[in-house]
């Protein structure tokens, strides 16, 4: 009997604080009636609505009831098995009230199946994570958990400490009902540890606070605590007595429940007392005939709830398939949505580089467009040049010069025939005209060599080094090919005028002292190499910054369908290859 009543006391207390986080909704009203089935079912219409509306904070509270249906059945495995699903989902969410209310739940399910070492770790887990969010009745629940497992063990130690947390907080910010289970605690304690006068003290504030709570059910196991006080310790049994049918009294409708039970056999173990046998038997009977009734309660209850898991599990795989079906469709829907993100991200990606590339096609076009113009001017110049010089050349040799010659003559023969009439000015006159023949003599060579028309190129380019050698500096030609070779006489001129820019630039900017020119033909091309000793360039800084007669030479080989092409450091000296092909 005396354990009897104290498993009332803890295990009352180990239930109040997860009423208060129950909510009224049909899911009650199903299980009320003992209607699992379409308990389950309405939860699993609300779960659905909710995973689709992204709602997981109402979806963790009702797959916590869908546990609890499967704990009413005492099927702990599933419960926990939800729970952990549901807890996978508080996590992932962040939702950390949820997450501590699951870590209760799973702890109370591992202490009714007697894994007493999951049930504190999760129960902590539990505490410590109502602790962080500063929630104390959360944590004051988690808490009333872990007394109830160490008050059964005799762990008195850590019983107490979790009894005087538990009570602080119910002092702090609780309910009365709160309070109630605060003070129920310290008195089952020490009824335990058998201090009982400390015992009745808390007694007496535990029914304080039960019938401040108005609830039933608190005030009648306080009563019936206070009731084995008097029983077992005072051994006043008028007073067990009337405490003891003022519980039966104040439930007239309850004849069948383990509560009534336990009044009537602790009634019949007073009137036993008080030699009052024939009450005593009376009581006893009824607790037979209660105990009888509740345990064919029990077997149906039992049968139905069988019948009731079979009909849940052929259901379970329904709401799964439907669940993952849902799940699945999400998945898609985002792989879809991913999948457009990135099309549409290479497509721009795409546009963006195929934009760019005509734009660039666009740019070379034109500025192919640019150096084809700047090179046909260029040619159309040099071209012009290399005419007007014939032209010059023309005119100076066979116009001028002639008539130069030809006033010489005449001034020649009018000395003659008037030997004795010599005259200053007749010399003077005689000078000036030899000075301008000789002058444009000079610049019809220039303009055209002489051996250049006469004896050919290599001929001209040999004359050409020879000229320009001198002390500070020696140009020595090397000639590869047969010295009688003749090329196109424009093609002569061409190349010429290139060579001898190319000397000019080596005179003007190398301060070499040493320069080579070097012919050689191979089939149908003509290569020419000229090399230096003086200080180089930079190419690579100074190609934009190239003269007007470099660029022309460039412009000039190109027209020919050759190449140019120029090696140069800084103090490393000039080497530069030609290449042409002959013309036919």
């Known amino acids: 009997m005396k354990n009897s009543i104290l498993l009332v006391v803890f295990l009352y207390s180990s239930l109040f604080w997860s009423q208060n986080q129950k909510s009224s909704d049909s899911t009650d009203y199903y299980l009320n009636r003992h209607q699992e089935l379409n308990a389950l079912r309405y939860l699993q219409r609300e779960s659905e609505s909710l995973y689709r509306d992204q709602n997981y904070t109402e979806l963790c509270?009702?797959?916590i009831r869908k546990a609890h249906i499967y704990i009413r059945l005492k099927d702990y495995?599933?419960?926990?098995?939800?729970?952990?699903?549901?807890?996978?989902?508080?996590?992932?969410?962040?939702?950390?009230?949820?997450?501590?209310?699951?870590?209760?739940?799973?702890?109370?399910?591992?202490?009714?199946?007697?894994?007493?070492?999951?049930?504190v770790y999760y129960l902590r887990k539990s505490e410590k994570c109502a602790y962080s969010q500063e929630n104390d009745s959360l944590s004051a629940w988690a808490q009333q958990g872990l007394f109830k497992i160490f008050a059964e063990k005799n762990n008195l130690d850590s019983a107490r400490f979790y009894m005087k947390r538990i009570l602080d907080i119910a002092k702090n910010n609780g309910t009365n009902q709160q309070k109630y289970v605060g003070f129920s605690n310290y008195a089952a304690y020490y009824l335990k540890t058998k201090e009982y006068d400390r015992a009745k003290q808390y007694l007496d504030t535990t029914l304080f606070y039960a019938e401040a709570s108005k609830n039933l059910e608190s005030l009648n196991n306080t009563r019936s605590n206070i009731a084995y006080y008097y029983l077992q310790v005072k051994k006043d049994y008028?007073?067990?007595?009337?405490?003891?049918?003022?519980?039966?009294?104040?439930?007239?409708?309850?004849?069948?429940?383990?509560?009534?039970?336990?009044?009537?056999?602790?009634?019949?173990?007073?009137?036993?007392?008080?030699?009052?046998?024939?009450?005593?038997?009376a009581y006893l009977n009824k607790y037979i005939d209660n105990t009888e009734a509740l345990f064919n309660e029990r077997v149906s209850s039992e049968l139905r709830d069988t019948e009731t898991k079979y009909k849940i599990y052929k259901i379970e795989d329904t709401y799964k398939t439907k669940e993952q079906l849902l799940k699945d469709k999400e998945a898609r829907n985002k792989k879809l949505l991913y999948i457009f993100i990135t099309l549409f991200a290479f497509c721009s990606i795409l546009f963006y580089f195929f934009y760019q590339n005509m734009r660039l096609?666009?740019?070379?076009?034109?500025?192919?467009?640019?150096?084809?113009?700047?090179?046909?001017?260029?040619?159309?110049?040099?071209?012009?040049?290399?005419?007007?010089?014939?032209?010059?050349?023309?005119?100076?040799?066979?116009?001028?010069?002639?008539?130069?010659?030809?006033?010489?003559?005449?001034?020649?023969?009018?000395?003659?025939?008037?030997?004795?009439?010599?005259?200053?000015?007749?010399?003077?006159?005689?000078?000036?005209?030899?000075e301008a023949h000789d002058k444009i003599r000079d610049l019809s060579h220039t303009l055209i060599p002489p051996v250049l028309e006469k004896l050919g190129?290599?001929?001209?380019?040999?004359?050409?080094?020879?000229?320009?050698?001198?002390?500070?500096?020696?140009?020595?030609?090397?000639?590869?090919?047969?010295?009688?070779?003749?090329?196109?006489?424009?093609?002569?001129?061409?190349?010429?005028?290139?060579?001898?820019e190319l000397l000019n630039n080596i005179i003007k900017h190398s301060q070499a002292s040493k320069a080579y020119i070097s012919v050689e033909q191979s089939q149908n091309q003509l290569f020419?190499?000229?090399?230096?000793?003086?200080?180089?360039f930079d190419t690579k800084t100074t190609?934009?910054?190239?003269?007007?007669?470099?660029?022309?030479?460039?412009?000039?080989i190109r027209s020919m369908h050759g190449s140019i092409n120029i090696n140069s450091k800084s103090n490393t000296g000039t080497l530069i290859y030609i290449k042409v092909e002959l013309p036919d």
């Open 77 to 119: 495995s599933k419960a926990i098995d939800i729970l952990f699903n549901t807890l996978q989902i508080a996590e992932k969410k962040q939702l950390h009230l949820q997450e501590a209310i699951i870590l209760k739940h799973i702890g109370v399910c591992f202490e009714q199946t007697k894994n007493i070492k999951q049930a």
């Open 61 to 63: 509270q009702k797959r």
């Open 457 to 500: 190129l290599l001929a001209a380019l040999q004359d050409l080094c020879e000229k320009n050698s001198n002390t500070l500096m020696q140009f020595e030609f090397t000639n590869h090919i047969a010295k009688d070779v003749r090329y196109n006489s424009d093609f002569e001129m061409k190349m010429y005028f290139i060579v001898a």
């Open 361 to 434: 096609k666009q740019k070379n076009k034109l500025k192919d467009v640019n150096n084809k113009i700047q090179q046909n001017i260029i040619n159309a110049t040099i071209d012009g040049q290399e005419f007007e010089r014939k032209r010059l050349a023309g005119i100076l040799h066979d116009s001028i010069s002639a008539l130069l010659s030809s006033a010489s003559l005449h001034l020649m023969a009018y000395e003659t025939n008037h030997v004795n009439e010599a005259s200053p000015e007749l010399t003077k006159t005689k000078a000036i005209i030899k």
């Open 543 to 556: 190609e934009h910054k190239e003269g007007f007669g470099l660029t022309q030479i460039k412009a000039r």
């Open 528 to 536: 020419i190499n000229v090399e230096d000793n003086g200080v180089g």
């Open 238 to 281: 008028q007073k067990a007595e009337a405490i003891f049918l003022q519980i039966l009294a104040s439930k007239p409708n309850d004849t069948i429940s383990l509560s009534t039970a336990d009044t009537y056999l602790n009634l019949s173990y007073v009137y036993e007392k008080m030699q009052d046998y024939k009450k005593a038997n």
